[in-house]
């Protein structure tokens, strides 16, 4: 079935330690994106690729860095995970242009203690 | 920066209609979304808009006013499936997507 996976599905983590979040599309989107969502404030976008080879930061990129080495893979990784960073994260992709939407993954929620 | 309002709930009765405001104000403007989330899931992707008027999809309509910076979200024949979170976002003059925070439909019976 084509879409988005996001793996893991939940983790809790120490703070400190270091955390990849590993999102792959097959729908051959060039652009890519993670959110974090929050109660309250909802879908805050963190990084975003819009090709292959090329990142950008969105709105809260701090702690967080991401790469593009292909098309279809997006990891994110938290390279010392703080409790605030404890939230349920969002991978998403789409089409270039303006008028096409972004299809979302299930999502992968992450407790940081 | 981006502000995008939206209300935090609303209740309404199985087969009456809802309507979901959402005022924008960002820099730029490329179209309007709207998403619905049921709780634990993803969003999925409703509407979208970028003229304004209004866009019909079966029981889902989307009005925009882009001099108002004003969109609603009309449900009409409410099912108890549609009690879910709805989300209004903006693509900015970037194409990034900001979000609202999501209005709460709660169905009942």
């Known amino acids: 079935i084509a879409g988005i996976t996001q793996a893991p599905t939940s983790q809790i983590l120490a703070a400190g330690r270091r955390m990849t979040l590993r999102c792959t599309q097959d729908?051959?989107?060039?652009?890519m994106y993670w959110y974090r969502q929050d109660l309250g404030l909802g879908l805050r976008l963190i990084h975003y690729s819009n090709t292959a080879g090329t990142t950008g930061k969105g709105e809260v990129p701090d702690g967080y860095s991401v790469s593009r080495a292909n098309t279809d893979d997006f990891p994110l990784t938290l390279a010392s995970a703080v409790p605030s960073q404890t939230s349920v994260y969002f991978c998403a992709s789409s089409e270039q242009g303006a008028a096409y939407e972004q299809y979302f993954g299930p999502g992968t929620r992450l407790t940081v203690t | 920066g981006q502000n995008i309002d939206q209300p935090t709930e609303m209740t309404a009765t199985e087969g009456a209609i809802v309507q979901i405001n959402c005022t924008y104000q960002?820099?730029?403007?490329?179209?309007l979304f709207w998403y619905q989330q049921h709780a634990g899931e993803a969003p999925t992707f409703l509407s979208y808009n970028v003229l304004d008027g209004l866009e019909e999809k079966g029981r889902f309509s989307s009005f925009l006013s882009r001099s108002k910076g004003y969109s609603y979200l009309l449900l009409k024949e409410l099912q108890m499936k549609d009690s879910a979170s709805y989300l209004c976002?903006?693509?900015?003059?970037?194409?990034?997507?900001?979000f609202g925070a999501g209005t709460t439909v709660t169905v009942r019976a």
């Open positions: 976002a903006v693509r900015d003059g970037d194409y990034k997507l900001s």
């Open positions: 960002t820099s730029g403007f490329n179209g």
């Open positions: 729908m051959r989107h060039n652009a």
